[in-house]
C-alpha cells in the first residue's frame, strides 16, 4: 500500500500563489507517475496536471496552463504544485494521485487512472 499525504493548501486572494506538496510513503515502489486533481463542491473530480517518473513530461489542463506548474523530487519521494495568478474559480480541494508501474508508467489524466489517492489539501481563493 501506498500512502500519499498532501500539504500547502490554504486561504489565499485572488491573484496569488500557493506550492502544494505531496509525499509518498509506505510500500515502496521503483517508479510512479503523479498527478493532481481538483473537486470543487458539486461537481466531479477534474484532472489538473501530471508529471512521468522522470520529470522529463508534464501535462495539463487547459485551465490552468501557465499558472500552474507541476515538478518531482524523486529523491525525496515528493511531487509539487506550483500556482500562481489563483482565481475564485480554482477552488476545490485537491488530490494527489500516482500510478506506479515498470518501466514507464502513464501520466494519469483521468480518475478510473489512478491507484492511489491522497486525503486532499482544500485551497480557497478569495475575490
Known amino acids: 500500500q501506498v500512502q500519499l499525504v498532501e500539504s500547502g493548501g490554504g486561504l489565499v486572494q485572488a491573484g496569488g500563489s500557493l506550492r502544494l506538496s505531496c509525499t509518498a510513503s509506505g510500500r515502496t515502489v521503483s517508479r510512479y507517475a503523479a498527478g493532481w486533481f481538483r473537486q470543487a463542491p458539486g461537481k466531479e473530480r477534474e484532472f489538473v496536471a501530471g508529471?512521468?517518473?522522470?520529470?522529463?513530461?508534464?501535462n495539463y489542463a487547459d485551465s490552468v496552463k501557465g499558472r500552474f506548474t507541476i515538478s518531482r523530487d524523486n529523491a525525496k519521494n515528493t511531487v509539487y504544485l506550483q500556482v500562481i495568478s489563483l482565481k475564485p474559480e480554482d477552488t476545490a480541494v485537491y488530490y494527489c494521485?500516482?500510478?506506479?508501474?515498470?518501466?514507464?508508467?502513464?501520466?494519469?489524466?483521468?480518475?478510473?487512472?489512478?491507484?492511489?489517492w491522497g486525503q486532499g489539501t482544500q485551497v480557497t481563493v478569495s475575490s
Open positions: 508529471i512521468s517518473w522522470s520529470g522529463a513530461y508534464t
Open positions: 494521485a500516482s500510478n506506479p508501474g515498470w518501466p514507464a508508467p502513464s501520466i494519469p489524466t483521468t480518475t478510473r487512472e489512478v491507484d492511489y
